[in-house]
């Protein structure tokens, strides 16, 4: 551990722990938080490094203690120190969804059982009892993630300025769209729930659930759109289509008549993983041209993907919107 924010990590977890302590680099993520591997004889943990005002370590511990009573698996807190912005948490090891997909061997849990445990989980979240300071998700927030793809992508990734008449052209195609998502039934919702974010600790089930700490209340379809239209996999629509209905059999009688039948909650579904992948485009070029994690700009030609497969099914053509047609400049 080379910079002061390392050592301070190593020096807090060997007063807890002891010096025979061995903290190694884990892995960062989309924001300033990053992950350490603590090694002490036979046993592991996760050291969470969240500076004090750039992360907010209390709303982790927040979502986390809930998300814990409500039964999802999320990591276990064995010690925290808020004041540094440390914490020590339990270790669901290295293998995601996405790297479990990935792996040769995959005799023990199949993709089906995978979606069954994930559905499980989902729904256990939105039937909880949410902390009263979560943010909503509003149409506002939706806008403001929209920006992204107009500030990030479109002059950074995609070459293309854009007049303030094309820019107004985008959000009149959009808001309506958008405010369609609003109109939806509001449940807790994680808001990152994919295969970069469910871990199967030891290679098994249940799964590890992570990244939880920007949990909002919003669209009782974000979560699940999050999952059968991940930026980081490709499931046929037949198989998304199936899972869906499956969630949309199990909601609760008072979401569930607020959609005249399956098509019209599929449509749903469809429309805010539309607006998800809008955001994600944007997210990815910010990442790698503000953040220099070049590495996210490999994320955005399935994404984009995504995003066309959806303006095709809600009937959205290029004309309605050219904006989000505009391809990457390279690539």
Same mark, same amino acid.
């Given at each position: 551990?080379?910079?002061? =924010?390392?050592?301070?990590? *190593?020096?807090?977890?060997?007063?807890?722990?002891?010096?025979?302590?061995?903290?190694?680099?884990?892995?960062?993520? /989309?924001?300033?938080?990053?992950?350490?591997?603590?090694?002490?004889?036979?046993?592991?943990?996760?050291?969470?490094?969240?500076?004090?005002?750039?992360?907010?370590?209390?709303?982790?511990?927040?979502?986390?203690?809930?998300?814990?009573?409500?039964? +999802?698996?999320?990591?276990?807190? &064995?010690?925290?120190?808020?004041?540094?912005?440390?914490?020590?948490?339990?270790?669901?090891?290295?293998?995601?969804?996405?790297?479990?997909?990935?792996?040769?061997?995959?005799?023990?849990?199949?993709?089906?059982?995978?979606?069954?445990?994930?559905?499980?989980?989902?729904?256990?979240?939105? *039937?909880?009892?949410?902390?009263?300071?979560?943010?909503?998700?509003?149409?506002?927030?939706?806008?403001?993630?929209?920006?992204?793809?107009?500030?990030?992508?479109?002059?950074?990734?995609?070459?293309?300025?854009?007049?303030?008449?094309?820019?107004?052209?985008?959000?009149?195609?959009?808001?309506?769209?958008?405010? %369609?998502? %609003?109109?939806?039934?509001?449940?807790?919702?994680?808001?990152?729930?994919?295969?970069?974010?469910?871990?199967?600790?030891?290679?098994?089930?249940?799964?590890?659930?992570?990244?939880?700490?920007?949990?909002? &209340?919003?669209?009782?379809?974000?979560?699940?759109? *999050?999952?059968?239209?991940?930026?980081?996999?490709?499931?046929?629509?037949?198989?998304?289509?199936?899972?869906?209905?499956?969630?949309?059999?199990?909601? /609760? +009688?008072?979401?569930?008549? +607020?959609?005249?039948?399956?098509?019209?909650?599929?449509?749903?579904?469809? +429309?805010? /993983?539309?607006?998800?992948?809008?955001?994600? &485009?944007?997210?990815?070029?910010?990442? /790698?041209?503000?953040? =220099?994690?070049?590495?996210?700009?490999?994320? &955005?030609?399935?994404?984009?993907?995504?995003?066309?497969?959806?303006?095709?099914?809600?009937?959205?053509?290029?004309?309605? *919107?050219?904006?989000?047609?505009?391809?990457?400049?390279?690539?």
């Amino acid at each position: 551990m080379s910079d002061r =924010r390392c050592r301070q990590g *190593s020096d807090w977890v060997k007063s807890l722990l002891g010096e025979d302590a061995v903290v190694q680099i884990l892995a960062g993520d /989309a924001s300033f938080r990053r992950y350490f591997r603590v090694l002490q004889g036979s046993e592991c943990f996760v050291l969470m490094d969240a500076p004090p005002g750039k992360e907010d370590i209390s709303s982790f511990l927040t979502v986390q203690a809930w998300l814990m009573a409500a039964g +999802l698996r999320v990591p276990k807190l &064995i010690h925290e120190d808020r004041d540094q912005g440390f914490l020590l948490l339990e270790d669901f090891g290295d293998r995601t969804w996405a790297l479990y997909l990935m792996s040769k061997n995959k005799q023990a849990v199949s993709l089906d059982d995978l979606f069954r445990d994930a559905l499980s989980q989902l729904t256990a979240l939105q *039937s909880s009892d949410p902390p009263t300071s979560l943010p909503r998700f509003d149409i506002a927030r939706m806008q403001q993630e929209c920006d992204l793809y107009l500030d990030w992508y479109l002059p950074r990734v995609a070459g293309c300025s854009t007049a303030e008449s094309e820019q107004e052209s985008f959000y009149q195609a959009v808001l309506p769209l958008l405010k %369609e998502i %609003e109109s939806l039934p509001y449940v807790p919702v994680h808001l990152d729930y994919h295969s970069r974010n469910l871990m199967l600790p030891g290679g098994a089930l249940p799964l590890g659930v992570i990244d939880f700490q920007d949990a909002v &209340i919003g669209p009782v379809t974000y979560d699940l759109a *999050s999952l059968l239209y991940d930026c980081y996999q490709h499931y046929p629509e037949e198989a998304r289509r199936l899972w869906s209905r499956k969630f949309y059999d199990s909601l /609760a +009688l008072e979401k569930s008549v +607020l959609f005249d039948d399956f098509e019209q909650w599929h449509r749903s579904l469809r +429309l805010t /993983a539309m607006q998800r992948h809008i955001k994600a &485009i944007g997210i990815f070029a910010r990442l /790698a041209h503000r953040d =220099r994690k070049h590495q996210f700009l490999g994320e &955005i030609p399935l994404t984009r993907l995504h995003l066309l497969e959806e303006l095709d099914y809600l009937g959205l053509k290029q004309h309605d *919107s050219p904006l989000l047609y505009v391809a990457p400049e390279h690539g």
